[in-house]
Structure formats: structure tokens, C-alpha cells
């Protein structure tokens, strides 16, 4: 009787963990093979990639479907590979699709995740349009200053490394100079971490970029079993207690109030100053139809997710797009000539001083930019979720509420349909003169639509502004430790990181 108890025990455990895994199969949807309670969630783990690497590996493999059925544990996902259905997914038919989804469980949400990144429905839509007035032209302009102290201190920086004849990691450095600018916009200190490896900023800045093995776990075992796992937290409990402790040390030096400085934490206390945040749902209606009013109240909780999302996109996206940029330039040295007389030629019209308005006009140096971008995305891939049963246009197949989207945006961007050879370093493809035809849903380094990046011009010109400082008077070559196609660290997140840096002799002009 007991071996029968076993096997019962056994296939009951066996049929509930492959449960929903027939999904696609019955709507005739190709779909790559899940595994039983976990999915493809252990995939990337199993095949030492990253879910960035994966994602885009699913979608080269699949190159004649406009979709591609996956599974996160016993929850069915639709990886879409079609930038005509991207459209629609982000931005066309947004109201079915303004969930990201990296929730698992949407009753119990961490702390840090009531950022506009992470969080979902009315919290995000009221927070984001409040927020949005925080990245104007006007706003960033005002910023500028705070860059140049930090360009300041990076060039003195790399005029030691230059005269030692050293080689650097510009992953490292560059993160530093970027971790200096966030505090100063973010905090309204001097982080002091171009100067000083050990300080609390970057500290903080490599523990929340490194994607630890019990990260790896937590991430596994709540997306699998969002239900029986959902009291973990994704983001590890000291980086949850050292952003805390900084935010409520700033705010309390503030007395909780506007300071005149300026910076993101200001402009947090005037939210909350002005009192509850009152709008239209994005999905709750009255009986007429019409959207129902509902109201937000900004406290120390929504401030503190807030200004953690401000430093993490900040310091990750930015110091990896110029890093990565200056990697690039270091094995085309054609490239980087051609930027650094670009550079040399608009600050000579500035009177040899960099601006807002000069950046601007590096015209070159963005296509530079933006092609660094194509070839690896900080993100690459975005995630959304199904909020109603929906037909996807031009097709037979209505997938339900809850099924989340994903869309490899580093496989769009090594997509030949989209760009001819794909895995070369070619800014002029970015050239608006020549009038290559990117579709538009398929080059996203800072997503599309209403939940696109709303850092994306800071981001733009905080790396450009790095990039300046070093071009204007260094140049940058391969070291002997450097690699020319860098391995990605399979352990990396939602963003990418570099295994071993990115090592690179600096050489003064």
C-alpha cells in the first residue's frame, strides 16, 4: 500500500507541476519545451546565459514565427518577435498591455518595487505622469553643472592612468563617474566614488548591479511558485536596508522639506508636499463607462522606490552604453577619430567648454551612441503582461488575461531583416541622411510607448558627456587583457553585465 501512496504522491506532484503546459500546444503556437513546475525558468541557468542571451537565442531560433510560446513555471508567456505586433502590445493597444508584469505575486509587493519601473496599475500611471515633469529639457540643463564636476575629476583620473602607462577597466570607471552624477542629481551629495572605490555609493552601485546566486534562487523560485514563495525578495535584503538608511538620512537632514537644491530628492518632497496625488484609473470605470478618479498618497515608502529606481536605471544603463561605447571606438579607431574631431570642432564654437548645447550637436558621436546601444542593450528584453483576453491583429490566436509578453530586444537588434550585419560596429546605419529604414519596433535600447524609459534623455546625455571628457583629450586603445567581443556574465538580470570588465589603455592626445 505505502509504494502505491508514493507513486500516487509522485504523479499527483508530477501532473500539477506540468498543469497549464499544454497551453500552446493547444492553440497550435510553436513553443519551446518547459520543464515540470519550473518552465524555461531554469533554463538560463542550465545553459549558462543570461535571460537577456536566452531570449534573444529563442528568438533567432524561430525566425519565420511572429511569436514563440514559453513558460514561467506553470504560467504561460508569448515571446513576440513581429515589430508590427510589437507596435501594438506597446503602444496601439497599450490599455491591454500596461502591466510589466515582474510582480509575481501582486498582493504582497516589496518595498523598492513601488517604482514606476516595477509597479503596475494607478500607482504607476499617477507616479509617472507626476514624475515626468522631472526630465524636461529645462531640467537636465540645470543638471549639466553637476556632470562637469564629475568630468573634472574623471579626466584628472585617467591623466594618472595615461602617465603610468596603466591599463583600466572603463566598465569600472566609467560606472564611478556615473555613480558621481547620480548622487549629486539624485541625492544632492558628493558620492566621492571616482576618487574613492570603498565609498558608500559604490558600494551600493556594484551590489545592485551584481546578480548574486541567491538572487538567481529568489528570482527562480518566485517566478515558479509565485504563491508559495511570495513573502522573498527579489532585491537583496542589505541593499533594501542601505538605500532605506541613505533616504531617510537626506530626507531628515531636509527636515522632510524642499531644500532649494534642486535634485530628484527635492522634487520627491514637493511631490509630497502638494499632497495626495489625485487622477483618471487606467483600468477601474465608473458605471457610465467613464474612467474612475482615484488618489495616491506620496510617502516615505513611494519616495524612497522612487529615488532606488532613480539610481539604479542612472547608474546601470549609462555607465554600460559608454563603457561599452568607448570599447567600441578603442577596436575602430576610425570611428574614434572621426568623433574626436567632431568633439574638437563644437567646443571649439563653445569657447572650449563643454554644454548642454554642445552635446547636443555631437551628432556622430550619438550615431556612435546609439549604434553601442543596438549591439548590446543594458535591458535586453522587455516584459509586459495581459491585462484582458485579447485577439493579437492579423491572427487566430486570443490569449487570456495574465499570459505576460516578452520581446528580446537584443534579438530584434541582431535581427538581419532589420540591420545588415548585424554583429558589425556601423554607427552610419544611424546616419538620418542616408535613410536606412529601421522599423521602429525594432530598435528599442530604452523601450517604446507609455512605459518606454523616462531617463532616456538624461541617460543620452550623461554618457555622451562622459564620452566627450575622455575623446577631448585621451585616446582609447585595446589593452593586452582585452577581449574584443566580451562575454556577457551569465548570472545578469533584467540588465546586462560584462564578465571581466572592459580593460582599455588610455593614451593622452
Not at 573634472?152 to 563617474?177: F, H, S
Not at 522573498?232 to 532649494?260: D, G, M, W, Y
Request: with cysteine.
Amino acid at each position: 500500500m505505502f509504494p502505491i501512496l508514493i507513486v500516487l504522491v509522485f504523479l499527483t506532484l508530477y501532473l500539477y507541476g506540468k498543469r497549464n503546459h499544454d497551453y500552446w500546444r493547444l492553440r497550435g503556437v510553436k513553443y519551446e519545451e518547459p520543464m515540470v513546475f519550473f518552465g524555461g525558468n531554469l533554463r538560463p541557468a542550465l545553459d549558462g546565459m543570461s535571460y537577456s542571451e536566452r531570449y534573444a537565442a529563442i528568438h533567432k531560433k524561430y525566425e519565420n514565427e511572429k511569436y514563440v510560446g514559453l513558460f514561467k513555471g506553470n504560467s504561460p508567456a508569448l515571446l513576440v518577435r513581429d515589430p508590427e505586433l510589437i507596435k501594438h502590445v506597446l503602444s496601439s493597444d497599450f490599455k491591454n498591455f500596461h502591466f510589466r508584469g515582474l510582480n509575481p505575486n501582486e498582493e504582497v509587493i516589496e518595498p523598492l518595487f513601488h517604482n514606476i519601473f516595477t509597479i503596475d496599475g494607478d500607482t504607476w500611471k499617477l507616479t509617472r505622469q507626476k514624475m515626468t515633469p522631472a526630465f524636461t529639457s529645462g531640467k537636465l540643463k540645470a543638471m549639466f553643472p553637476l556632470i562637469l564636476q564629475g568630468a573634472a575629476k574623471l579626466v584628472k583620473m585617467l591623466d594618472e592612468v595615461a602617465t603610468a602607462g596603466a591599463e583600466v577597466d572603463v566598465r569600472d570607471l566609467m560606472a564611478r563617474y556615473t555613480t558621481d552624477f547620480i548622487g549629486a542629481v539624485g541625492f544632492g551629495v558628493d558620492s566621492n566614488s571616482l576618487n574613492d572605490e570603498n565609498s558608500d555609493f559604490r558600494k551600493l552601485g556594484k551590489r545592485i548591479s551584481m546578480f548574486t546566486k541567491r538572487d538567481t534562487l529568489v528570482a527562480v523560485l518566485k517566478m515558479s511558485l509565485p504563491n508559495i514563495f511570495k513573502n522573498l525578495r527579489f532585491i537583496a535584503p542589505e541593499v533594501e536596508r542601505k538605500t532605506t538608511s541613505i533616504v531617510r538620512q537626506i530626507l531628515a537632514q531636509r527636515n522632510f522639506q524642499p531644500s532649494n537644491r534642486n535634485d530628484f530628492v527635492d522634487f520627491m518632497l514637493e511631490l509630497k508636499q502638494k499632497g495626495t496625488i489625485v487622477g483618471e484609473s487606467i483600468d477601474k470605470v465608473n458605471a457610465d463607462g467613464s474612467p474612475a478618479m482615484v488618489e495616491l498618497e506620496v510617502d516615505e515608502r513611494l519616495i524612497t522606490a522612487q529615488i532606488f529606481l532613480f539610481f539604479l536605471a542612472g547608474f546601470e544603463t549609462s555607465s554600460s552604453a559608454s563603457s561599452f561605447l568607448l570599447h567600441n571606438l578603442a577596436y575602430h579607431p576610425e570611428c574614434q577619430a572621426r568623433c574626436q574631431r567632431e568633439i574638437d570642432d563644437v567646443l571649439e564654437k563653445y569657447d572650449g567648454k563643454l554644454s548642454f548645447d554642445a552635446v547636443k550637436e555631437m551628432k556622430f558621436t550619438e550615431m556612435c551612441l546609439k549604434e553601442a546601444l543596438r549591439i548590446l542593450p543594458s535591458p535586453g528584453f522587455l516584459h509586459r503582461k495581459c491585462t484582458r483576453p485579447y485577439t493579437l491583429p492579423g491572427t487566430d490566436l486570443t490569449i487570456d488575461k495574465d499570459v505576460a509578453i516578452v520581446i528580446s530586444a537584443q534579438g530584434l537588434h541582431h535581427d538581419e531583416r532589420y540591420f545588415d550585419e548585424p554583429e558589425q560596429f556601423r554607427p552610419d546605419r544611424f546616419d538620418p541622411e542616408r535613410g536606412d529604414k529601421i522599423p521602429k519596433y525594432a530598435y528599442m535600447p530604452f523601450g517604446e510607448g507609455p512605459r518606454s524609459c523616462i531617463g532616456e534623455r538624461m541617460g543620452i546625455m550623461q554618457s555622451l558627456a562622459g564620452v566627450a571628457t575622455v575623446l577631448r583629450h585621451f585616446t582609447v586603445v585595446p589593452a593586452e587583457s582585452s577581449v574584443r567581443t566580451p562575454r556577457i556574465d551569465p548570472r545578469s538580470g533584467i540588465t546586462q553585465n560584462i564578465l571581466g570588465g572592459l580593460p582599455l589603455a588610455i593614451r593622452k592626445r
